[in-house]
């Protein structure tokens, strides 16, 4: 799978500590673009909230739940390379804790602390047994997950609520804020998940990062470096996991609603293709995927509700063939069509080879300048 | 040219324009787009004074899309047909036609909500949907924001509970009704009644044995003689129906939901040797589907429950409601096969009714649309059965509670007055 | 000073038995060759000693049994394994390749240092230092994954077959620089080499394996003297 983290890495707005000095690029450098931008960005979307419509808004903080949702699928899948089908369980696992706590009259906070750790300690024990298998065998284990769990969630109806599911209208605006329930849910999502994003941002492109690509490369290379790939398969799982119990959580902000076709493994199967669409081992591609969820089925539903099947499995198969390293990859894509038609035949090669560009999903030290090539 | 530089500048550039967009936003005021107060008596969204438009969110792809796409065509079709004769006559005066919007939500209760979302501000009222789950997403969103969800195709109780729900009402029978309206006739019967329950692990099956229970409490002549459950997912009740061929019932109650279970079930009792009179719930009662691969003419008798005419019945061929039906849902319905599934003639049913409360409403509001919905009584809706109507104004239950009792007779299903 | 001791060790892949009692023991510096024709059971005495297959009898790296350790454990002990087909990351830069072998290590410094000197002991990945692994070819990816091994700063290396695949003068080059390593680096080596010629150009002493199980010892000297054995089991 072709995944490209590295050069997402540029247009994700977070300070670029640890990047190596690169001489053609002393723009960047200086201190006002380099924190300035970010800061706009921060106050873009402080603002955005304010200004959109309650459609908008909704739809914004959507594709934030399942953006959020993608990105730990990425972190067990696109950085790690193990097939994980089971994502949306963990979603529905959030979800349904937090909508538990919520109807006992837990606190907030302690609701949101189980939506961690429950779902974290369910995808621990869950990789502990499956991580050991290797290969399929993940695939086929964290199947099972979600083809359990609705069953599962409609038996258990003293705390699920059965068929019937749970809801929990739990973030109204508070009181003279002078927000609307929309504008509130959105500050909601854009908090959490901005905050999940830039944890895991870092968590890429820091040593665990590293040791994930390693794993993801070759296994066996990863044991001759010291590097268990049981370890680290189990540590990705479970922070995917964990990250898919915070979007049950978001997903109960937004949807206020959970049952137990919340977690059916057609969701899951979706989560995945988003995952692709968006990019594969990208922070970037991750949001991307979160669009995708939710935007494509409310454009194929304005095109033609009756056809809603047929139009996303066609648009799914156009942006593979387009761009097979997901919607991420477009700029480049398009960076690498405008330099083919302006450098004529003849003239020098272009800098970086594609399968340069292409990065694995590795968070090794920045090395952006090498990339340049001898351009 | 450096790559990371332009990425820079175009995050660079993506802020600076979403702070301008704030600025020139800013002064449009922050409402905007939000449904605000409206004034009394002032026309709600979705009306006019030439045509009112309808929402609906159902699945029209996926594994319930078969019946989802009933759901849309029976109402689609009964107001085309209406508009095609000018349109419906309201209680305001006004002659409006109907437009149907409807939505896929694949049965997926976020992408139902996300649905009502999109749908809330254009539509009067949203209608017709089918399913529990993606019904009960938006129950409180529609609510908070007053818009009606009316006759929606779920027998989740919930949605016939007038405190809880104030802008709701379900169409269907709740499940309850069908268990009660079996337990009714059995009590009647004149004869003793040995009965074996066996129901789905679920406010499924619990809903079923409830409704019958409450039917043949005080009956005399009705003795339970034995009560097991199994799970959706089992994939064998063979052991179920051995123990309860063993209590030698001679009514069995088999509140169930899985079609290829009701099959191996009637097989299995034939086996055994256990020749029950057999109640099955009205969406596992098929004749084509269920009973003939399950051999039912060994049993004594078969019996469900319906409110609504089968368009293939030989019996409605002559029909001149399943005629008048049948054409309007290959012309305006875009449905030109025979209806597979019920859930189309419900919907035609839906039209009819919705049309009482368009007829009945004094003003072009949602309020007095859900008053004028809530007080219809004993409305003898197109293609319903003798026997049944449709009643509004009974605080927890659906519009439809009502049911006719039937008995397989070889091919299709007669109602039957009364036990054996 | 023994640092690496095998006590009639054995292992089969499945039904099939392919170590057979094999015993040697591998000095503290200096390199260490296991010979032996197609199917001794050379690779799978390396594999034993990584952990990569399981084993019965001793295996004993510094005073202590590691027999049954997984082989990150191993690794992580000191003992790095270049395994046959080189395995690197062809995504990554040789550059990361080497930065990824590091990635136990903490001392920033000497990591750079390292890179330094596996760069001067191969020249030609200093040529490729940008280039993706996997545009590398088959002599520079075997450079690579050497000089990746010794990025992780380990008291041994085992390699497998060095020569595997490469032109003759490629596969020299590989040597010269394996032989630089062993007298200037300190490290212990375990060299396992079908090409005898080659293998006597780097390892002091040898053991010969044949079905599974170690047939004779000795230094350089004594086994290139013996050309019995040579004919036999060295293929010539």
Redesign the interface.
């Known amino acids: 799978m072709a995944s490209s983290s590295k050069t997402s890495a540029p247009t994700t707005p977070a300070p670029a500590s640890s990047a190596a000095a690169s001489s053609a690029s002393s723009f960047r450098q200086r201190p006002w673009v380099r924190w300035g931008a970010p800061l706009l960005l921060v106050v873009g979307l402080a603002v955005l909230p304010l200004v959109m419509t309650e459609s908008a808004n909704d739809t914004l903080a959507r594709i934030g739940v399942f953006a959020v949702a993608v990105l730990g699928l990425n972190v067990v899948m696109g950085y790690t390379g193990q097939v994980s089908l089971g994502q949306i369980f963990f979603l529905g696992l959030g979800a349904y804790v937090t909508a538990y706590g919520v109807q006992s009259g837990w606190n907030i906070g302690l609701v949101f602390v189980l939506t961690c750790f429950i779902p974290a300690v369910v995808g621990l024990l869950v990789a502990l047994a499956a991580a050991r298998l290797g290969g399929l065998a993940i695939a086929m284990v964290t199947i099972a997950l979600p083809i359990v769990g609705v069953p599962l969630a409609k038996r258990l109806s003293e705390f699920t609520g059965g068929s019937q599911g749970l809801s929990a209208r739990f973030v109204a605006a508070p009181e003279g804020s002078g927000l609307y329930d929309d504008q509130w849910q959105l500050y909601i999502v854009l908090v959490i998940g901005g905050i999940v994003f830039l944890l895991t941002y870092f968590l890429v492109r820091g040593k665990y990062g590293r040791a994930f690509a390693i794993v993801k490369g070759n296994e066996n290379v990863a044991s001759s470096m010291g590097i268990s790939p049981y370890r680290y398969k189990v540590l990705a799982f479970t922070i995917a996991s964990l990250i898919g119990g915070v979007s049950g959580f978001l997903y109960m902000v937004v949807v206020q609603y959970t049952s137990p076709e919340t977690m059916s493994f057609g969701h899951s199967i979706e989560l995945l293709v988003a995952m692709v669409i968006g990019g594969a081992g990208s922070i970037v591609g991750s949001l991307l995927g979160g669009v995708f969820y939710v935007v494509v089925p409310d454009i194929t539903n304005a095109i033609d509700p009756s056809l809603t099947a047929l139009l996303q499995g066609a648009l799914l198969l156009a942006v593979l063939f387009v761009l097979p390293g997901g919607l991420v990859s477009l700029p480049r894509a398009v960076m690498r069509g405008l330099r083919r038609s302006s450098t004529g035949r003849g003239s020098a090669a272009p800098p970086t080879t594609p399968s340069s560009t292409s990065g694995s999903g590795t968070a090794a030290e920045p090395t952006e300048t090498e990339r340049q090539g001898s351009a | 040219m450096?790559?990371?530089?332009?990425?820079?500048?175009?995050?660079?550039i993506?802020?600076?324009s979403?702070?301008a967009?704030?600025l020139t936003?800013?002064g449009?005021g922050?409402?905007?787009?939000?449904s605000g107060d409206a004034a009394e008596g002032a026309p709600s969204p979705g009306i006019t004074d030439d045509s009112v438009t309808l929402g609906i969110t159902t699945p029209?792809?996926?594994a319930t899309a078969g019946p989802g796409?009933c759901t849309v065509a029976g109402v689609t079709a009964y107001f085309g047909m209406k508009n095609a004769e000018g349109g419906v006559e309201f209680g305001d005066g006004q002659t409006r036609t109907v437009e149907i919007e409807?939505?896929?939500d694949?049965?997926?209760?976020?992408?139902a909500?996300?649905?009502y979302?999109?749908l809330k501000?254009d539509v009067f009222a949203m209608t017709a949907g089918l399913g529990?789950?993606?019904n009960?997403?938006?129950?409180?969103?529609a609510i908070a924001d007053e818009v009606p969800q009316a006759l929606i195709m779920t027998g989740?109780p919930?949605f016939s509970d007038t405190e809880e729900s104030p802008w709701q009402l379900g169409f269907v029978p709740i499940y309850q009704n069908e268990g009660e309206a079996f337990g009714e006739l059995l009590a009647s019967s004149s004869e003793e009644h040995r009965v074996a329950i066996l129901s789905q692990?679920?406010?499924?099956g619990a809903g079923y044995v409830e409704g019958f229970k409450s039917a043949v409490e005080g009956a005399d002549n009705i003795e339970i003689v034995e009560e097991l459950t199994y799970?959706?997912?089992d994939t064998s009740v063979d052991a179920q129906i051995t123990q309860l061929a063993a209590s030698d019932a001679d009514v069995f109650f088999n509140a169930m939901s899985v079609t290829p279970l009701v099959i191996s079930a009637l097989q299995q009792a034939q086996q055994l040797n256990w020749l029950p009179n057999w109640f099955l719930p009205s969406n596992t009662s098929s004749p084509g589907a269920i009973l003939q691969p399950g051999g039912a003419d060994a049993f004594p008798g078969i019996y469900s429950v319906s409110f609504s005419k089968a368009p293939q019945s030989p019996a409605f061929a002559e029909d001149e409601d399943v005629q008048t039906y049948l054409s309007a849902l290959a012309e305006y319905g875009?449905y030109p096969d025979p209806p597979a599934f019920p859930h189309c003639q419900w919907s035609w049913m839906v039209g009819a009714t919705l049309e009482q409360a368009f007829m009945e409403m004094e003003e072009p509001t949602r309020d007095s649309f859900m008053e004028a919905l809530r007080s219809i009584e004993d409305f003898q809706a197109p293609l319903m059965l003798e026997g049944t109507a449709v009643t509004t104004s009974e605080d927890g239950q659906p519009a439809v509670s009502t049911l006719n009792v039937q008995k397989y007779n070889g091919t299709g299903y007669d109602t039957v007055e009364s036990f054996e | 000073m023994t640092l690496l001791e095998l006590e009639d060790v054995t292992a089969s892949y499945g039904p099939v038995q392919v170590l057979d009692g094999v015993s040697l023991s591998v000095p503290d510096n200096g390199a260490f060759g296991i010979l032996g024709a197609n199917g001794a059971g050379k690779t799978t005495t390396l594999r034993a000693i990584s952990g990569a297959v399981r084993t019965s009898g001793r295996i004993v790296f510094d005073g202590k049994d590691i027999s049954g350790l997984r082989p990150d454990q191993v690794a992580a002990l000191g003992i790095a394994h270049v395994p046959e087909g080189r395995g690197s990351f062809g995504d990554l830069t040789v550059r990361e390749n080497l930065r990824v072998g590091a990635y136990l290590r903490k001392d920033r410094k000497g990591i750079d240092e390292d890179i330094d000197y596996c760069l001067d002991l191969f020249p030609n990945l200093q040529d490729r230092i940008r280039s993706n692994a996997s545009a590398l070819s088959g002599g520079e990816q075997q450079m690579l994954a050497v000089a990746r091994a010794i990025m992780s700063k380990p008291r041994m290396l085992l390699l497998d077959e060095a020569s595997l695949g490469l032109a003759p003068s490629t596969a020299k080059n590989v040597y010269d620089a394996i032989r630089r390593l062993r007298d200037e680096s300190g490290i212990a080596m375990v060299v396992v080499e079908q090409n005898a010629n080659l293998a006597f150009t780097v390892v002091d002493s040898a053991t010969v394996l044949e079905t599974g199980r170690s047939v004779l010892t000795g230094t350089s000297a004594e086994l290139k003297g013996m050309d019995e054995i040579r004919r036999a089991y060295l293929g010539g």
């Open positions: 450096n790559r990371h530089f332009g990425s820079r500048q175009a995050v660079g993506a802020a600076v979403a702070l967009l704030t936003a800013c449009g922050r409402d905007s787009g939000r029209l792809s996926g796409t409807a939505l896929d694949t049965y997926d209760p976020q992408q909500a996300a649905n979302d999109s501000d529990t789950p993606t009960r997403a938006w129950r409180e969103a989740d919930l692990n679920d406010d499924f799970e959706a997912t875009n």
